[in-house]
């Protein structure tokens, strides 16, 4: 989530002061992510000494000071809207580390490990789906927002299920012969 | 109330080498009004788990009751009896009768049971009405979208005094935002009091459900606590 481009993007309305962006943040993020003044402030100092907004306080500090975007933010703004974030790496996921991990000790059931993770991910997906049932008929951001993080805990279900039939394969067949993977990709994944 | 009692249910297809233990003494209670949701791969009983429940298929051992009333010792036509009144059924594919209206799918089950076609016809649909469907009541199945034919299949699967609502991937071929839709049926269904089971591998789906049971290799292995209240998923007021 970028402090930054949302700032950013709520300043390309007009001019705003920092309690205003961080209760427009808020409200248009469905109050899914929060943030608190003291983030809006620092992010807004950054973004001025970088040019991409300006102040026309005159020195004056606190909630009376109004920000403004600069062409330099604007140009910024549509470049970040525009440009896909990079996805090429994996990141360093917990959850697939201590999976990857729990296969290699000998005393822990993996299907077990497999299944607790599996029922928190499906628990808080339950909680999210209740929130869209009972409020998003009526707050469009927060159903939008609700929806990409039901989507993306189902996408943790997946690979759990996913794992555990492919151990359940690899437990069954005959062991192979291991192909060498090339190193640095094996490493970039997280496997050893 | 507990409409569905599944108590130590156990089914063996075959024998000898090729004996397969498909439910190994499952136990499931299911109360008025509540939604459950069983969830495991291909493979793990969720299927017979349905058809059992259903009175479909008898368990090799155990007791299933629903309302209270033990299936074992009811006959054949009691059974067939049961199931026109008492449950519903939704599959993945819908299974609508090709020859037959939306309107007339619906009423099937309860002119089936005896009620005049006019009065059956006339309960259908107010049914479908609710489901927003009452503009398609003349169209054919092969005239529905996706959408449509699995909310007829769910207006059939509900009308009349349905107590018990078994659903089989109920949205299986449909996008996210139909499958939605097809969950918020069967949520409403359970508000008025339908007990509901739903089998799906989807976790998406199961997430609409108040609790989650999680079934392999024919067993009960897991199940979600009830989900506490949505608030604690929202931001705090941050502190200035």
Redesign the interface.
């Known amino acids: 989530m970028s402090i930054k481009h949302s700032l950013l993007a709520l300043l390309s309305e007009g001019p705003k002061y920092g309690l205003q962006l961080r209760q427009e943040f808020e409200a248009k993020t469905g109050q899914v992510w929060p943030l608190n003044v003291g983030q809006v402030y620092t992010t807004l100092q950054r973004l001025e000494s970088d040019e991409l907004v300006e102040s026309d306080g005159l020195g004056e500090d606190g909630p009376r000071r109004t920000f403004r975007i600069t062409s330099k933010g604007d140009s910024e703004l549509s470049t970040w809207l525009h440009t896909p974030p990079d996805l090429t790496s994996p990141p360093r996921d917990e959850l697939t580390i201590k999976i990857l991990v729990a296969l290699d000790l000998s005393k822990v059931d993996v299907h077990e490990v497999i299944q607790v993770h599996r029922r928190y991910v499906v628990e808080l997906m339950q909680q999210w789906t209740r929130l869209k049932e009972n409020e998003s008929g009526f707050d469009l951001r927060l159903a939008l927002a609700i929806d990409a993080e039901l989507f993306r805990l189902d996408a943790v279900v997946r690979w759990l299920d996913a794992a555990e039939s492919r151990l359940n394969r690899a437990f069954s067949e005959p062991p192979r012969i291991e192909t060498s993977q090339p190193l640095r990709l094996r490493r970039r994944m997280g496997v050893r | 109330m507990t409409i569905l009692e599944l108590e130590n249910v156990s089914k063996t297809y075959g024998g000898g080498p090729t004996e397969v233990h498909a439910l190994s003494h499952v136990s499931l209670s299911v109360e008025a009004g509540a939604f459950v949701a069983v969830?495991g791969?291909s493979g793990s009983g969720k299927t017979t788990l349905l058809s059992i429940a259903g009175s479909l298929e008898n368990p090799t051992s155990g007791e299933v009751r629903i309302d209270g009333r033990p299936l074992s010792s009811m006959s054949r036509n009691d059974k067939a009896r049961l199931r026109r009144r008492s449950i519903g059924y939704v599959f993945q594919d819908f299974n609508l009768l090709n020859g037959l209206t939306a309107v007339e799918n619906v009423s099937l089950p309860l002119e089936l049971d005896g009620l005049p076609a006019k009065k059956a016809q006339a309960v259908a649909m107010e049914v479908l009405d609710g489901l927003g469907l009452s503009e398609r009541a003349s169209s054919y199945p092969d005239q529905l979208s996706g959408g449509e034919s699995q909310r007829v299949a769910i207006a059939r699967a509900v009308v009349g005094e349905r107590r018990l609502l078994l659903a089989d991937e109920p949205s299986g071929a449909l996008d996210s935002t139909n499958a939605e839709a097809v969950m918020?049926l069967v949520?409403a269904a359970c508000h008025r009091g339908v007990g509901a089971v739903v089998v799906t591998?989807?976790?998406?789906l199961?997430?609409?459900?108040d609790r989650?049971v999680?079934l392999r290799d024919g067993r009960v292995?897991?199940?979600?606590?009830p989900?506490?209240?949505?608030e604690?998923?929202?931001?705090?007021s941050?502190?200035?």
């Open positions: 969830m791969a918020r949520l591998h989807d976790a998406h199961a997430s609409w459900a989650v999680f292995i897991d199940q979600t606590m989900p506490a209240g949505p604690s998923l929202l931001a705090p941050p502190e200035l």
